[in-house]
């Protein structure tokens, strides 16, 4: 956390949007963390806020971006190359693009307030081939409201807003394990009728 302040303090909106670029592409930044101290900075007029928001946002527009062109090159030469392997087959392929067609792309939205989550939401939207316009439109619509939120959560919370935020990521961690642990309980009952269709 001194290291994250030390950087804002030496480059200012220069720190804020590269180290959200560098953290919604993958690398371990602390987002969140940082989000929030930044809102307590401008609590403290140590930060304008418009131009606090505006770094912010623009860095974790700019890294969710590079994720879904990664996905969009990379990830479909990859998935062309080894998807058989995976059973990433080009049917399996389509139906993920339809999916992400239908309501997928409300994961870019959502995704942004689950950890580890918001680089491989983009990486496989951009993998299905999801257009660009709708990319755009549930991505930087969930970049801004995830922006705001942990800005409004330091400047409110003020001195408070360290145990606030790690009690945020407790919560956070232990409902991203619930969902994840009923999607793989529904898969399985999926599979399963599916199976037990067949055989009739």
């Known amino acids: 956390m001194d290291q994250i302040l030390q950087w804002i303090s030496a480059y200012g909106y220069f720190a804020i949007f590269g180290l959200l670029v560098l953290g919604i592409v993958g690398l371990p930044v602390p987002d969140e963390t940082m989000l929030?101290?930044?809102g307590y900075l401008i609590s403290r007029s140590r930060l304008h806020p418009v131009h606090a928001f505006v770094a912010a946002f623009t860095g974790s527009a700019s890294g969710i971006s590079v994720s879904y062109l990664i996905g969009r090159g990379a990830g479909l030469r990859v998935i062309h190359r080894y998807g058989r392997y995976l059973h990433l087959t080009p049917k399996r392929m389509d139906r993920v693009h339809e999916w992400f067609r239908h309501i997928g792309h409300w994961s870019l939205t959502i995704g942004y307030f689950v950890p580890g989550i918001r680089h491989v939401t983009a990486i496989v939207a951009g993998s299905s081939e999801l257009e660009?316009?709708?990319f755009a439109?549930?991505?930087y619509s969930g970049a801004a409201i995830w922006v705001t939120t942990f800005l409004a959560l330091g400047y409110y919370l003020g001195d408070k807003w360290m145990p606030v935020l790690h009690a945020i990521h407790r919560n956070l961690t232990?409902?991203?394990?619930i969902a994840a642990a009923a999607v793989c309980v529904w898969l399985l009952v999926r599979r399963r009728l599916r199976r037990s269709r067949r055989k009739r």
């Open 36 to 38: 929030v101290l930044c």
């Open 132 to 134: 660009y316009r709708q």
């Open 174 to 177: 232990i409902v991203t394990v």
């Open 137 to 139: 439109l549930y991505a």
